[in-house]
């Protein structure tokens, strides 16, 4: 078995800087680290558990199988907090029938982000009897 270390999810972005402001500002990730210069350096975000590396350019459109998935804490309160900021919101937070509340936005090259909130009687979260 490969013995993994860390690791990171990285995109490509059609505008760099475009991308910098949304993850960065808008989101309001946290930067783990920058590297090179000019407007094709790399930013690397904090991501709960792991990493989101922008860097490079990709004149191609995204893969519609990507997804990021992000837990919250409050899905209703990053929902007010994303609007305020300007983020456009595909779809405001619904409690979905398996018991987890999604908020769905989108980055500016249109790759789909779930903002997911798991609720304190979810499976998840509880177990009964432990």
């Keep these: 078995m490969v013995h993994v270390l860390g690791s990171r999810v990285l ?3 059609s505008d760099p800087e475009r991308s910098r402001v949304f993850y960065g500002e808008r989101l309001g990730l946290a930067v783990y680290r ?4 000019g407007p ?20 191609a459109a ?3 199988s990507v ?5 919250v804490e409050d899905v209703a309160a990053a929902h007010v907090e994303l609007r ?7 779809r405001p937070p619904v409690r979905e029938p398996w018991g987890l509340i999604e908020m769905w936005i989108a980055d500016p090259d249109g ?3 779930v ?6 009687d979810h499976p998840l979260r509880y177990r009964p009897g432990t």
């Design 34 to 37: 920058e590297f090179g210069t």
């Design 40 to 59: 094709e350096r790399g930013t690397v975000y904090f991501l709960g558990g792991g990493f989101l590396e922008l860097s490079g350019r990709s004149d």
């Design 111 to 113: 790759i789909p982000i």
């Design 67 to 71: 997804r990021l998935w992000l837990q």
């Design 11 to 13: 995109l490509r972005p």
């Design 84 to 90: 305020e900021r300007g983020v456009d919101i595909v």
């Design 115 to 120: 903002l997911v909130e798991t609720p304190a």
């Design 62 to 64: 995204p893969s519609p």
